[in-house]
């Protein structure tokens, strides 16, 4: 048998990367992989940015409140990153709001470690946010996932819409107080 036949899960480094709008489940889906891996024996260890504090100050939470131990952090510094080495699999939530997640992303799947990163793709601008497209050409895998249209409820959501709030704020974490999932057509009326 060839070398990948006897491969295993987590036999080398690698980035996987969940990308997408609000309300979409990317939390979900980057739970369901930890929980996947730490199944098949992995030592699974999740981050979340420190000042979302919508359901938890230290654990990890969708919005349909499932609740996950973590690692609150506001920056991956080189504690951060030595700390994971404990760890075979290593969970980003939030990514967009790391101004070092290549690079943490990068050492740690140099090193063996899977890492995989939730984030929003794009701003209520739909301009890229924070660095977190920079991880794209680096990463072995790339999901986009959607929403409803929280507007129409008729098309898929591929966008994040700020409905509240100072407009000039890029980072100001918040959930339906703040913001909502959008098709292009209702971002668009919504940014006229």
Do not use: W
Not at 12 to 19: K, M, P, T, W, Y
Not at 67 to 79: I, K, M, R, T
Not at 139 to 145: Q, R
Not at 146 to 153: I, P, T, Y
Request: glycine share 6%; net charge negative; aromatic share 8%.
């Amino acid at each position: 048998m060839s070398a990948i036949a006897h491969r295993s899960i987590g036999d080398e480094g690698r980035v996987e990367l969940i990308l997408g709008p609000m309300y979409a489940g990317k939390t979900t889906e980057l739970l369901r992989r930890i929980r996947h891996l730490h199944f098949a024996d992995k030592k699974c260890k999740v981050i979340k940015y420190k000042m979302d504090t919508r359901y938890s100050v230290s654990d990890l939470a969708t919005h349909d409140r499932q609740f996950h131990e973590a690692l609150p952090c506001d920056e991956l510094s080189e504690e951060v990153l030595d700390a994971m080495m404990a760890y075979d699999c290593i969970g980003v939530d939030e990514g967009q709001f790391f101004s070092d997640v290549v690079e943490f992303c990068d050492a740690l799947a140099a090193r063996g470690k899977i890492v995989i990163v939730s984030a929003l793709d794009g701003d209520f601008n739909r301009k890229p946010f924070g660095p977190i497209l920079n991880l794209v050409p680096r990463a072995e895998s790339v999901t986009k996932l959607s929403a409803v249209c929280m507007q129409c409820k008729g098309r898929m959501a591929s966008f994040t819409q700020k409905i509240y709030g100072d407009k000039a704020l890029i980072e100001d974490v918040g959930g339906t107080d703040k913001y909502v999932a959008v098709c292009r057509q209702c971002h668009a009326q919504l940014s006229a």
